[in-house]
């Protein structure tokens, strides 16, 4: 079946400091990898996303890299904000992109 | 893209009683779904709602409990019945629109049940 396993939380980071969250997957077929986040009181938005092996998706400063090797989709951003600060979920649709998995989720809290 | 509204944003209610939530999308899309997110807790999918057809729900959800209205491309609404605190969740709906492949969610209902 689909699964998604994310670094458990919270990370805690000074400003400018290395982020990684760590994500991996387990899917059938051919899956396609989301990060999304969600400030305080909000919903989810998407962050960035990679749909085939190799693709490296950014945004904002952030990077992941969909490794089929490894099955890992892991988030990183060289240097972190106060405003960073929020809840970090790796997701993986199935082919048809109607079904998605999200893992357990991540929050970042980032000190000034 | 899509821009999702609900309403209502946040509430509180007595044990027993039920609450609609309503799901505004600014374009046409096919698929809506509605999620569930417990305190401190992940995502779990409720049901998928398709315009003109029964939603589908997920296994640990039935249609008695949260019953999913679907009237029209823009437009959805959750039930929550007989609520419980146990029920106490923000409850999220997304959209798929045609030629994305992620995702839109709504800014949730933060439900709380006394």
């Known amino acids: 079946g689909n699964s998604v396993t994310q670094m458990e939380g919270p990370v805690t980071l000074s400003e400018e400091a290395f982020l990684t969250i760590n994500c991996t997957y387990t899917a059938t077929g051919y899956p396609s990898l989301f990060w999304y986040v969600q400030y305080p009181g909000e919903g989810l938005q998407l962050l960035l996303k990679a749909t085939k092996a190799d693709d490296k998706g950014s945004n904002k400063g952030f990077e992941a890299t969909y490794r089929k090797e490894t099955t890992s989709f892991h988030l990183e951003k060289g240097s972190v904000q106060v405003s960073d600060s929020a809840v970090y979920f790796c997701?993986?649709?199935?082919?048809?992109?109607?079904?998605?998995?999200f893992g357990s989720g991540t929050k970042l809290n980032v000190k000034p | 893209s899509a821009v999702i509204s609900q309403k209502p944003s946040r509430d509180i209610c007595q044990r027993g009683t039920s609450l609609t939530i309503q799901c505004q999308v600014d374009s046409q899309v096919t698929m809506m779904f509605w999620y569930r997110q417990q305190p401190g807790q992940s995502l779990t999918l409720i049901a998928t709602?398709?315009?003109?057809?029964?939603?589908?729900?997920e296994s640990g959800f039935v249609i008695d409990k949260f019953p999913i209205s679907r009237p029209n491309l823009t437009f959805s609404t959750l039930t929550v019945s007989n609520m419980s605190p146990e029920d106490s969740s923000i409850y999220l709906c997304?959209?798929?629109?045609?030629?994305?492949?992620?995702?839109?969610f709504g800014p949730g209902t933060r439900l709380t049940v006394l």
């Open positions: 997304s959209v798929r629109p045609a030629g994305y492949n992620e995702q839109f």
């Open positions: 709602a398709n315009q003109g057809s029964e939603a589908t729900y």
């Open positions: 997701a993986l649709s199935d082919g048809n992109f109607n079904k998605f998995y």
